[in-house]
């Protein structure tokens, strides 16, 4: 769904779609799309701004994505509000230095005469994922000695940790 600066001149434009698995393009072959994303919301030109786009909604998707611990198929739900603000590149392409409050520091930047939502609804999910996922609280990993997955299977490799004052003489 494309949001054009001529229709939001006239009035506030509501969404309500759903995407089918594989419809947006993650830029990480790891990240897949479990399921419909579905979101609804409005989209609209601010008053008194140059072209400012505010796009609020809620949105709902589950991804799946390797554990960062064991590498298996983690699950991650994102089931959130969300109220974004876009104006267009050429105000932040200048040229010249300016200042930017609290809230321009949040906001994001468009091209041409109008705004993607699949677009959109890529950069939020990709800032709404964890720093790190994991399949499950308690995973335990990979064995940094022999790669087997201790949630499936106990080794008995033991990490001695090496004494660093040795070190120079394992080159000799």
Same mark, same amino acid.
């Given at each position: 769904?494309? #949001?054009?600066?001529?229709d939001?001149e006239?009035? *506030?434009?509501?969404?309500?779609? =759903?995407f089918?698995?594989?419809?947006?393009? #993650?830029?990480?072959?790891?990240?897949?799309?479990?399921?419909?994303?579905?979101?609804?919301?409005?989209? =609209?030109?601010?008053?008194?701004?140059?072209?400012?786009?505010?796009?609020?909604?809620?949105?709902?998707?589950?991804?799946?994505?390797?554990? &960062?611990?064991? $590498?298996?198929?983690?699950?991650?739900?994102?089931?959130? &509000? #969300?109220? $974004?603000? %876009?104006?267009?590149? =050429?105000?932040?392409?200048?040229?010249? !230095?300016? =200042?930017?409050?609290? &809230? !321009?520091?949040?906001?994001? #930047? %468009?091209e041409?005469?109008?705004?993607d939502?699949? !677009?959109?609804?890529? !950069?939020?999910?990709?800032?709404?994922?964890?720093?790190?996922?994991?399949?499950r609280?308690?995973? *335990?990993?990979?064995?940094?000695?022999?790669?087997?997955?201790?949630?499936?299977?106990?080794?008995?490799?033991?990490?001695?940790?090496?004494? &660093?004052?040795?070190?120079?003489?394992?080159?000799?």
């Amino acid at each position: 769904m494309f #949001f054009s600066i001529r229709d939001l001149e006239l009035r *506030k434009i509501p969404f309500d779609v =759903e995407f089918p698995a594989g419809k947006i393009d #993650f830029l990480d072959p790891e990240l897949k799309q479990n399921g419909i994303l579905r979101a609804a919301g409005q989209a =609209e030109l601010l008053s008194n701004t140059l072209g400012e786009i505010g796009i609020r909604g809620h949105l709902r998707v589950v991804i799946d994505t390797p554990c &960062d611990r064991c $590498l298996e198929s983690a699950s991650f739900t994102i089931d959130s &509000d #969300f109220d $974004l603000n %876009y104006s267009p590149a =050429e105000m932040a392409t200048s040229g010249e !230095e300016i =200042e930017l409050d609290e &809230d !321009e520091a949040e906001m994001g #930047f %468009y091209e041409g005469d109008g705004l993607d939502l699949a !677009e959109v609804l890529r !950069e939020f999910i990709l800032l709404q994922l964890p720093m790190q996922i994991v399949c499950r609280q308690d995973c *335990k990993g990979i064995c940094p000695v022999c790669g087997e997955n201790r949630n499936t299977a106990a080794c008995d490799c033991r990490i001695h940790p090496g004494d &660093d004052r040795w070190a120079a003489l394992k080159n000799l």
